[in-house]
């Protein structure tokens, strides 16, 4: 397998919102199971990962101290507004047709 690959700016933002909107997450466990999904392909590192939740959380993602994490620590929980499940879908549905148009070039090249 080959290394784990660098997230293009901008779409990170909606592999978050895409993760938390099947259940509330903290950001370590949004980190971990992107990297999961992705069979280990894309890393999200702290970095980003943080600077990323705090520009959702402006507009599109609650953010709380629902629970505790390892060793009893609180940890914050991020999950999806209303808001932000219409904006999810909208840019889902945008991805969706640069992928299919990249895609096409690249196979008709």
Known sequence: MGKPTDLIQGTLDLLILKTIALQP????????????????VLQVNQGALYPALHRLVAAWVDQSQLGRFRNNRRAKYYSLTRAGDKYLKEQQASWDRLSLAINFVLENA
Not at 25 to 40: N, T, V
């Open 25 to 40: 997450m903290h950001g370590w466990g949004i980190a971990l199971r992107i990297r999961q999904l992705s069979k280990d």
